[in-house]
């Protein structure tokens, strides 16, 4: 799991070292208890424990690779453009 949370991180443009919290999103959500939980508290199947699995991971990954762009030196935040289903 170590290894999956280092190759995501750098693929995504992330430093060395990934966050901590993007390591406990990854194993926390592949873990076989977080399954689990969503199929036996929240009654749903497999295949959607995968995809709010999925869904946390690449959320927490946009978000930390979104902080680690701002933080280099004299990068400057684009403005967020609208999806086209979304533009008037």
Known sequence: MV???HLTWLT??????PP???VSTLVTHRSPHF??????????DYND???LAYDAIVATLRELTEMSTLERPGHR????????SQRP
């Open 35 to 44: 399954t689990a939980a969503v199929t036996t508290d929240v009654g749903l």
């Open 77 to 84: 935040r684009r403005p967020k453009v609208p999806a086209t």
């Open 12 to 17: 995504s443009g992330g430093g060395a070292q």
């Open 3 to 5: 290894e999956m949370t």
């Open 20 to 22: 901590d919290r993007l």
């Open 49 to 51: 424990a995968a995809e």
